[in-house]
Structures are given as structure tokens and as C-alpha cells.
């Protein structure tokens, strides 16, 4: 397994020691990227090793990638190793089916890794404000872990979310306003309360978590990069851990270097900083102000790590797009009844940014595409039920 050499700032390239546990960098607040020394594990043998050991243990998940992850005992709930499902209609359209992660969606990668490394530096108390489903998933594990996790959300979040955060015994504190307001809530509070603060990219295992993503996606392609990966951007943790693994990889010598998928972020119509921000080739964003869409967990009106994402999407040949809350709609009815996959939201934006550039010919059908539901549609029952106008009838036969 990977040793852990130093935490790097992601702006200025300070480095830092992991004896204390890693926030944000001390010299100019950066998100911090864990970094490991990788050389024991150059190769394809080393690669290979991959699916060999996991298929001799009953279950590995996320946890097979071994080699480039902390060396220590995990807080797992059958985290990772998602389907990749081909879609039945576009030859190179591949869904990677984050719904089926305890708690139903990929913030489970993130929670499970952040939670277990606090475990480790023998944290107890842990705070995150969140869109929705970072909270569930903070909430399970740090359940499974016995120590004490503090949620902030928005008061109209998807009431999957709130019943699991209360279930698994968060305190809970839903907020009148965005994740915006809750991070400021949070952060007033969290040094008085004695609270460790796992928001997005203020601690960086969450990313170490959500980069398997890369890993599993490669891997299930035959360890080969595909031509684009649509990612439904928030706070973009995701996007920053994929890419992150891609050079790990490269470095590795699993992949050839050189033909990186191209990074698509998407958005809504109803909250686009990062798309607005990518066309007008600025480094930052600039906070969207009354950010509304039923695709909760796209509803982050200024992401702390924008200048990273907006890097990635630019380096990447990628592209920022922002879906309009119909065709959302209409995507997430479309693969309901072609494709049998209720989809979230969130992935049902990256459904339709896909076939949107099929349609303006950006991408070939024949093009591998990669495109990420990164949650169960079920967790939204209340929420496409009211958007799709289902109800369920007073009578009955
Ligand atoms: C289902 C779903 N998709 C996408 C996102 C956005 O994820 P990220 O913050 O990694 O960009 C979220 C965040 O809450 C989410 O819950
Ligand atoms: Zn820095």
C-alpha cells in the first residue's frame, strides 16, 4: 500500500508534513493534494496485480486500488467498483452507475476515505455542510466509525437526505439558504464546538476517495482513456479527483501518456458559475446568485476549488456546458423509458449534455464516452415527483 510523503498546496506548490491533520494550505488557504511515493508500484505488472488480488478477496470495492490510496485500515460500507453500463442506444456512451454506492450515491468514495483518515488522526468530531448527499454519507460513516459528524443543508434538500442523515444520528441543522450559507454557518461555529471541518476540498481525502473514479473507469475500459467524461459539477470534487488519477496513472506507467479524456463539466441553467466562468477564460468564478435547480446536488452558487476545475477543463481540451432544468427533465424520462436506469438528476444533466453534442457533432456516436450518474434516482422520489407531476391517485381499482 501507498505511503503518504506530503500534503502539496494546489496553488502556490507549498508542501506540508502529515503529522497534523491537513486543512487547507497555511500560506494561501489552496486546497491541499495528497501526495505518495509510487515508485514500488511502476508497471503493469503492478497494474495487473490490481485484479488479481481483489478477485482472491471476497471484497475489495473501492479499496483495490491499494497501491495509490493511504495505508490504513478502512471505514468501509461496500464502497466503489460501480457498473459501467453501455447504454442500448449510443454506441460509445458508457454509464458509470455511481447510484449503487451505500448511500445511493458517489459522495459515499469521499465520506468513506475522508472519514477513515480522520479515524486515523484520531479525530472525533466532524462537520460538513452539504447539498444533500456528502450529508448522508458523512452521516453513515461516520456512524460506522462511532464518532459524531454536524450537517448543515438547506432546508429543501430531497428528504431522502435529511431522513438518512437523522437516521444514522447526524446532528442535523437544515439552514434557510444555500451550501454557501451553510459553509459560513459552519465555519463561525466549528473552533468554539471543537469540530474537524471535511467540507468539499478543505480536507484532501475526500478527493483521495472520489479519484477512484478514474481508476474503476480506465480499468473497466480495458485500461484505456475514452475520448470524453461528462461529470455533473458542483463543488467538483469528482472532476479533480479523476484527473488527479489520470496522472497518477500516466506516472505509474498504467495508461500511455498524452490522450487524456476531455473533461466535461455540466451544469445547470439555474446555477452555472463554472460555465460562466470557462467562457468568459477566467481563472475563478464569481458566486451565482439565486442559484435554483431540482438537480440539488448542482446547486453551488461560487465552488471553493473553481480555479482547479476551470485548469482541468482547460488542459483537458474540455468543456464547461449548462443544461436547462426541461432538459433535465426530459433526459432523466428518456433514459427511465429507454434505457431502464431512473437516473439522478445531477446525471440526467450529464445525460443531456451528451446528446446534446452528438447532436451539435462536437462528439462522434462512435466517440467512448463516459457519462456519470453519480446518484440512485429513488433518493429524489419527492423531487421528481413533483417536477414530473406524479401523484399517486386517489382511487384505486
Ligand atoms: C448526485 C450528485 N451529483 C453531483 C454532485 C456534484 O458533485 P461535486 O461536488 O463533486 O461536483 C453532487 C453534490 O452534492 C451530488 O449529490
Ligand atoms: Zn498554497
Request: glycine share 10%.
Amino acid at each position: 500500500m501507498a505511503k503518504i510523503s506530503h500534503f502539496e498546496c494546489s496553488r502556490c506548490h507549498s508542501s506540508f508534513s502529515i503529522e497534523i491533520p491537513p486543512t487547507v494550505c497555511a500560506k494561501c488557504a489552496g486546497s491541499l493534494y495528497v501526495r505518495y511515493d509510487l515508485s514500488p508500484f511502476h508497471g503493469r505488472t503492478s497494474r495487473d496485480d490490481i485484479a488479481r488480488i481483489s478477485s482472491a478477496r471476497s471484497w475489495t470495492g473501492m479499496w483495490r486500488y491499494g497501491s495509490v490510496i493511504p495505508e490504513v485500515p478502512p471505514v468501509s460500507l461496500g464502497e466503489g467498483w460501480t457498473p459501467i453500463i453501455r447504454s442500448r442506444r449510443y454506441a460509445g456512451a458508457f454509464l458509470k452507475e455511481e447510484g449503487a454506492n451505500p448511500t445511493g450515491s458517489f459522495k459515499a468514495r469521499g465520506m468513506a476515505m475522508a472519514v477513515t483518515m480522520a479515524r486515523a488522526y484520531g479525530i472525533k468530531k466532524l462537520a460538513a455542510p452539504s447539498a444533500g448527499n456528502a450529508a448522508g454519507a458523512l452521516a453513515a460513516y461516520a456512524a460506522a466509525a462511532g464518532v459524531e459528524a454536524h450537517i448543515f443543508m438547506p432546508k429543501d434538500v430531497p428528504f431522502a437526505n435529511y431522513l438518512e442523515a437523522k437516521m444514522y444520528g447526524a446532528s442535523v441543522t437544515l439552514v434557510d439558504g444555500l451550501i454557501s450559507d451553510c459553509g459560513r454557518m459552519l465555519a463561525e461555529r466549528k473552533e468554539k464546538q471543537g469540530w474537524f471541518d471535511i467540507s468539499t476540498l478543505k480536507e484532501p481525502f475526500r478527493v483521495e476517495g472520489k479519484k477512484t473514479m478514474g481508476y474503476e473507469l480506465v480499468e473497466q475500459l480495458g485500461w484505456e482513456y475514452p475520448e470524453a467524461v461528462f461529470y455533473p459539477t458542483g463543488g467538483g470534487v469528482g472532476l479533480i479527483g479523476m484527473w488527479k488519477a489520470f496522472a497518477e496513472m500516466e506516472e505509474l506507467g498504467w495508461v500511455k501518456p498524452g490522450k487524456r479524456p476531455r473533461m466535461i463539466a455540466v451544469q445547470s441553467t439555474g446555477c452555472a458559475p463554472v460555465v460562466r466562468a470557462f467562457e468568459r477564460h477566467e481563472q475563478v468564478s464569481e458566486m451565482w446568485k439565486d442559484a435554483a435547480t431540482f438537480a440539488s446536488g448542482l446547486r453551488v452558487p461560487k465552488p471553493y476549488g473553481d480555479y482547479i476545475m476551470l485548469e482541468i477543463l482547460r488542459e483537458s481540451n474540455g468543456l464547461a456546458i449548462a443544461v436547462p432544468e426541461e432538459a433535465i427533465l426530459a433526459s432523466l424520462r428518456d433514459w427511465a423509458k429507454n434505457e431502464g436506469v431512473l437516473l439522478c438528476p445531477e446525471g440526467a444533466a450529464a445525460t443531456a449534455a451528451y446528446a446534446h453534442l452528438l447532436e451539435s457533432g462536437v462528439l462522434q456516436p462512435e466517440d467512448r464516452a463516459v457519462l456519470f450518474n453519480t446518484g440512485a434516482g429513488l433518493k429524489y422520489s419527492d423531487v421528481i415527483a413533483e417536477v414530473a407531476g406524479i401523484q399517486r391517485p386517489r382511487t384505486t381499482a
